[in-house]
Each structure stands twice: as C-alpha cells, then as structure tokens.
C-alpha cells in the first residue's frame, strides 16, 4: 500500500498562488506516475495534473495550463502543485493520486488515492 498525504491548501484572493504538496509512504513510491485531481461542490472529481516517473511527461487540464506546474522530488517521495493566477473557480477539494502512467492517471485509474486538501479562492 501507498498513503498519499496532502497538505499546502487554504485560502487565498483571486490572482494569488498556493503550492501544494503530495508525501507518499509506505509501500515504494518507486515507478508511480503521480497526479492532481480536485473535486468542486456539486461537481464531479476532474483531473487536473499528472507526472511521470523521471518527470519526462506532464499533462494538465486545459483550465490550469499555463498557470499551474506539477513536479517532483523523488528523492523525498513528494509531488508538487504550484498554482499562481489562481481564479474563483479553482475552489475545490484536491486530491493526490497514484498510477502506473500519466495516460492511465488522466483516465482516472488511478490506484491509490489521498484524502484531499481544501482550496479556496475568494474574488
């Protein structure tokens, strides 16, 4: 088993930055694409940005492109999300994830899950 464990979220205005961070575990973190999904009130889960091992491959949603960057440091078993230009509909519960690759993550199999930070933008 892996244990995903978030923390980093808050509040902040439109416009500001917030990084989050991702520690994993347990079982080896070794090989694990790595990714962010976040879930708003009312919303369905939606990914948002995944990495791969070697951090050779990164994808994001076409809503944080540009203004979000994920990364890695494999040597700490963590996974970042730096968000700047943040926007009041970035509000929501974002969840780390593990998975065997960045397609497979962005498909939403993921498997393993955390257990979500809070992030909110106020206008």
């Known amino acids: 088993q892996v244990q995903l464990v978030e923390s980093g979220g808050g509040l902040v205005q439109a416009g500001g930055s917030l990084r989050l961070a991702c520690a994993a575990s347990?079982?080896?973190?070794?090989?694990?694409?790595m990714g962010w999904f976040r879930q708003a009130p009312g919303k369905e889960r939606e990914f948002v940005s995944a990495i791969s091992w070697r951090a050779g491959t990164t994808d994001y949603a076409d809503s944080v492109k540009g203004r979000f960057t994920v990364s890695r440091d494999n040597a700490n078993n963590t996974v970042f999300l730096q968000m700047n230009s943040m926007k009041p509909e970035d509000t929501a519960v974002y969840y780390c994830?593990?998975?065997?690759?960045?397609?497979?993550?962005?498909?939403?199999?993921?498997?393993?899950w955390g257990q979500g930070t809070q992030v909110t933008v106020s206008s």
């Open positions: 347990g079982r080896t973190f070794s090989g694990y694409a």
């Open positions: 994830a593990a998975g065997v690759t960045v397609p497979i993550l962005r498909a939403g199999r993921t498997s393993y």
